[in-house]
Structure formats: structure tokens, C-alpha cells
């Protein structure tokens, strides 16, 4: 699940919403892996990672607009052991182009 504004909502439900553009990636100069925890708490919303209702990416005092980044599935193969065959837990990665991040504090 992915954290949209307060809200925990699947991909489906960012599809059915026409939130979500298929196979767009964004070019980057430096480009980074996030993998970000949506299920994270914490005083102020600002501090979880999250995406605005608007599209942009908000993580670690960061904010990414929509062109900066892309989401995507992944699988921890590293944390897989052979005993709980077919529970493989699935990450949410966001790649990021880190010179087109933000500053929160900029405001």
C-alpha cells in the first residue's frame, strides 16, 4: 500500500483514479532507489513519506514533483527463506532523480 495524503490505498485504487501513467520514467542525472515505509507514524505528516494528493513525492524533508519520479514493485529475495515458500514479503520502490528533489525547508 502507498500513503496518499492520510489515506493507505493500493495501485489499483491510484488506478482507478487515473493517478497513475504506465511506463513513464523519469530522465535522470543522479538517479536513487527509495524504499520508502508507508506505514511509518509519526507527530506530523510531514515527517512519513507520502504523496500529496497532487502527485508530489514527499520523503525525508524532501519533495519530488511528479516528472522527478517513478514507483515500482519489488520483491526482497535477499530476506526469502526457503521454509516460508511463497511469502514473499514486497517492497514499494521509488526511484528518484536526486538533483530534481526539493528542500522542504525552502518555504
Not at 515505509?37 to 494528493?53: K, R
Not at 514507483?71 to 521509488?94: A, C, M, R, W
Request: aromatic fraction near 10%.
Amino acid at each position: 500500500k502507498i500513503r496518499v495524503g492520510g489515506s493507505l490505498v493500493s495501485f489499483k485504487w491510484l488506478k482507478d483514479q487515473k493517478m497513475l501513467k504506465e511506463g513513464t520514467t523519469p530522465r535522470c542525472v543522479e538517479p536513487e532507489e527509495v524504499f520508502p515505509d508507508f506505514t511509518e507514524t509519526a507527530t506530523s505528516e510531514e515527517n512519513v513519506p507520502h504523496f500529496s494528493q497532487d502527485g508530489v513525492f514527499i520523503h525525508e524533508l524532501r519533495y519530488y514533483r511528479p516528472a522527478a519520479y517513478c514507483v515500482d514493485g519489488e520483491l526482497d529475495t535477499e530476506q526469502y527463506d526457503e521454509e516460508e515458500e511463497g511469502k514473499h514479503p514486497s517492497y514499494i520502490k521509488v526511484m528518484v532523480c536526486e538533483e530534481k528533489g526539493e528542500s522542504m525547508g525552502g518555504c
